[in-house]
């Protein structure tokens, strides 16, 4: 047992000393001195072996080249140093905050992320032939809402507004004084508001007797002729139409859809709305109100977006239009030219309410 474990450390010794031979010749004529080039390997028995490696002269200079250069064919060993080099008014150049070097990045969204200079994107493809296929393609740069994916949100349409605390309240008189004191003094009186002059000559004489009701979910229509009841309004005489909202408890605001189509004339609306006491509580006037022509299947009309708050009290909604507006015309341009339509005091109407929540 003695001697087969001392002869077994004898191998041990042998394999490191032929170990070091090996170190020594790698740091004499090793690869690093560009003589001579071979692979180290393990035989069967675990003896340490070495091969030369014998190249073509050709591929030879290939390899050396290849060693050589990197990068495209910048030297190696040159990349950290290329970086640097240059004219400091080059460097400076490269480093300017232009739109060139640093892009808009909503303009660069709607470019597709393809920088000026830059190849489009691609995908490969086969045919039906086994052929290798390039496709070049333009990104979509569409929002969810130009794509169709998402309704859009509905615009408010403009208008003139009167309501409780939007105009500042006349001061009281002081008893027993002279009313005509403030005109000789040259003091002008606080003069009431559209909502009070509007308020006092309505809407608790209004006929309830053929309220329409309001349809949720669907659009329905509404029509002013001659047998819709007329009222003095402060804007004017006026047919008008009495729509009864929801209460307040049970639902809270919401978008309704207002349309006028044009016939024989255009009825140009405007609104109030009233509490449960039949007290007006918001006028919305001077509609700017889109007009859309008409087609082979339906007529034009102009259509508005009001917003509606039946927790705030609205309980009613009264349309009607103003002496001012039916002396007025609409002009609109289709494939014909310019064209102005009449304003008039009947027209047929519809509504939709316009859940956004």
């Known amino acids: 047992m003695h001697m087969r474990s001392k002869r077994f450390g004898s191998q041990v010794v042998l394999l490191a000393l032929s170990g070091s031979l090996l170190v020594g010749c790698q740091s004499a004529g090793g690869p690093s001195s560009g003589t001579q080039e071979y692979f180290t390997w393990v035989d069967d028995q675990g003896r340490v072996q070495q091969s030369p490696i014998i190249r073509e002269p050709e591929e030879a200079a290939r390899e050396e080249t290849a060693s050589a250069e990197s990068n495209d064919g910048v030297p190696a060993g040159t990349v950290a140093s290329s970086a640097q080099s240059g004219s400091p008014t080059e460097q400076a150049a490269d480093s300017e905050f232009n739109l060139e070097n640093y892009p808009d990045g909503d303009q660069l969204e709607r470019d597709g992320y393809i920088r000026p200079g830059e190849p489009q994107p691609y995908f490969s493809w086969r045919d039906a032939e086994g052929n290798i296929r390039v496709s070049y393609y333009q990104p979509d740069t569409r929002s969810a809402v130009e794509k169709g994916r998402i309704k859009p949100p509905v615009q408010l349409t403009p208008a003139s507004i009167y309501q409780q605390g939007g105009v500042a309240e006349p001061e009281a008189s002081r008893e027993g004084g002279d009313p005509d004191a403030f005109a000789v003094l040259g003091i002008e009186q606080a003069e009431q508001s559209y909502l ?41 005489d006026s ?33 109030a709305f009233l509490d449960r006491d039949m007290r007006p509580a918001r006028i919305v006037t001077d509609l700017v109100a889109e007009f859309t022509p008409e087609s082979w299947h339906r007529r034009g009309f102009l259509e508005a977006f009001i917003p509606v708050f039946p927790e705030h009290g609205e309980r009613w909604l009264v349309i009607f239009t103003r002496d001012e507006d039916v002396r007025g015309q609409t002009v609109i341009e289709d494939e014909r030219g310019p064209r102005a339509i009449s304003h008039v005091t009947r027209g047929e109407l519809s509504l939709t309410e316009l859940d956004e929540r």
């Open 239 to 271: 047919p008008y139409v009495l729509v009864q909202l929801p209460a307040g408890e049970t639902e809270t605001g919401f978008i309704l859809r207002l349309r006028s189509f044009a016939r024989d004339g255009l009825f140009v609306p405007s609104v």
């Open 196 to 236: 009070e002059q509007w308020a006092a000559r309505c809407c608790t004489e209004l006929e309830t007797g053929a309220v329409e009701q309001r349809h949720s979910g669907r659009e329905f229509g509404l029509t002013l002729d001659e047998a819709s009841p007329v009222h003095r309004f402060a804007s004017g």
